[in-house]
């Protein structure tokens, strides 16, 4: 949705959005939000290429393995 500028924003709100709902202890929806914007980042880092968008990319990968590792899924946490 948007060009890069607006689904980058996107994506940041995405990762927020999980973080605190990781904080609240709700780690299922901290998953849902990260997935997401890993959905959205992958293919704007190919499209666009700035470092930002890799930065953000790998911030929703390490915490997406921080929200799968505290659900007790070590093997899922370890793959992303």
């Known amino acids: ?3 890069p500028t607006r689904r980058a924003a996107l994506t940041t709100a995405l990762v927020n959005r999980g973080a605190v ?6 780690l299922t ?13 992958e293919p704007l880092v190919d499209e666009v290429g700035r470092p930002e968008f890799r930065d953000d990319l790998a911030m929703a990968f390490v915490n ?3 929200a799968l590792a505290d659900l007790g899924d070590l093997h899922a946490a370890m793959a992303s």
Do not use: F
């Not at 929806?29 to 980042?41: F, P």
């Open 64 to 66: 997406r393995g921080i």
């Open 1 to 3: 949705p948007g060009g």
């Open 21 to 26: 709902l990781a904080d609240l202890g709700r």
């Open 29 to 41: 929806e901290a998953r849902a939000a990260y997935d997401r914007a890993i959905t959205l980042l």
